[in-house]
């Protein structure tokens, strides 16, 4: 697995959202992807899609049978992206989520075709990062 920051960079998941939607510096943007390794992203679910007997809270075990369609957002261009969350808290997921793997987020984007990306919500900013940039994350990371 390939690791891009430099360590002495101390900066939170959070403040590097932020940083990148005032600057996108490239260095910035390795350095989210180093911190989002082995992180669960939270997603939101359409409600009706959730299981008849879901008690709001619980947790849910998806198996093969179960659809449980993820809600997408419309970028400023009309393009869609699967919106995931850094915050359990984040008012997006409220009636609603998943957890899912930074990984898993990103193949899951790549094996939609109806999406051109991800949207990483942070508490204060956002960034978007399309199918290209996905492709060239996995690859780095060789997963």
């Known amino acids: 697995m390939a690791k891009f920051f430099n360590r002495t960079d101390k900066r939170d998941i959070e403040e590097l959202i932020f940083d990148i939607a005032e600057h996108n510096k490239e260095e910035d943007h390795h350095r989210l992807y180093d911190l989002l390794s082995g992180r669960e992203l939270f ?18 075990i998806v198996n093969s049978s179960m659809r449980i369609r993820v809600r997408n957002v419309q970028g400023p261009n009309g393009e869609v992206f699967i919106p995931g969350s850094t ?4 008012p997006m997921i409220q009636d609603g989520y998943i957890g899912m793997g930074w990984f898993e987020y990103l193949k899951m984007a790549l094996r939609t075709p109806s999406v051109s990306g991800v949207l990483i919500q942070g508490e204060k900013s956002w960034v978007g990062l399309d199918k290209l940039r996905i492709q060239y994350i996995l690859q780095h990371y060789d997963v």
Do not use: I
Request: overall charge negative; some cysteine; charged content about 20%.
């Open 87 to 90: 915050q359990e808290d984040c």
């Open 43 to 60: 997603l939101p679910v359409v409600p009706e899609s959730l299981p008849a007997n879901y008690v709001p809270g619980s947790k849910v």
